[in-house]
């Protein structure tokens, strides 16, 4: 990965690759268009920075951005709650040309069902719900969404487990979680 990000043609090709990927991902955790756009190009910087801390033998480039994309996207959730006391919404959005606004609401729209389930499963405790998210509605294997969190495969299957069952009663949650991705 280290030497992926040093030539842009790697670069490029794997921002390619797994730009579509982050994209959903951000989009059915956040309805607004332009922040999804800027916590995507927030996610593809942060690589660039934290290339050299992706181990292939923990799971797949896909489960490393996810982990990548989930910690950009709690510290966009941290800073956006301190700047709300001093700004308001619209201070700093850079500004999206209207048919990027409209593919952007076109995939929130898209993710609506998956938003459902995330919001089902917001009462679980932090740990199974995140592993829940990355499995049942981001599509990683329990091992891929293990590397993402940075835990052991078998606590992850532990969690995986309690999640689902704590879930299975929920009204809605698991038709919306097969049809995610």
Request: proline residues 5%; without cysteine.
């Amino acid at each position: 990965m280290a030497d992926t990000v040093r030539d842009p043609v790697a670069f490029e090709a794997f921002y390619r690759r797994h730009v579509g990927d982050v994209t959903r991902f951000l989009a059915r955790r956040v309805t607004d268009p332009h922040t999804v756009a800027d916590l995507t190009a927030e996610v593809f910087l942060a690589v660039l920075d934290s290339a050299h801390t992706y181990r292939p033998g923990r799971g797949s480039e896909t489960a490393w951005l996810y982990g990548v994309a989930r910690n950009t996207l709690h510290a966009e959730w941290r800073r956006a709650t301190r700047l709300a006391h001093a700004t308001s919404r619209l201070a700093g959005r850079r500004l999206l040309e209207p048919d990027d606004v409209t593919r952007l609401e076109d995939r929130i729209d898209a993710e609506a069902p998956a938003r459902r389930a995330l919001a089902a499963m917001a009462g679980l405790p932090e740990g199974e719900r995140a592993l829940l998210e990355l499995v049942a509605v981001d599509g990683l294997s329990p091992a891929e969404a293990a590397a993402a969190l940075g835990i052991r495969q078998g606590t992850a299957r532990v969690r995986l487990h309690r999640a689902r069952r704590s879930i299975q009663q929920a009204p809605g949650v698991v038709p919306a979680m097969r049809g995610a991705k």
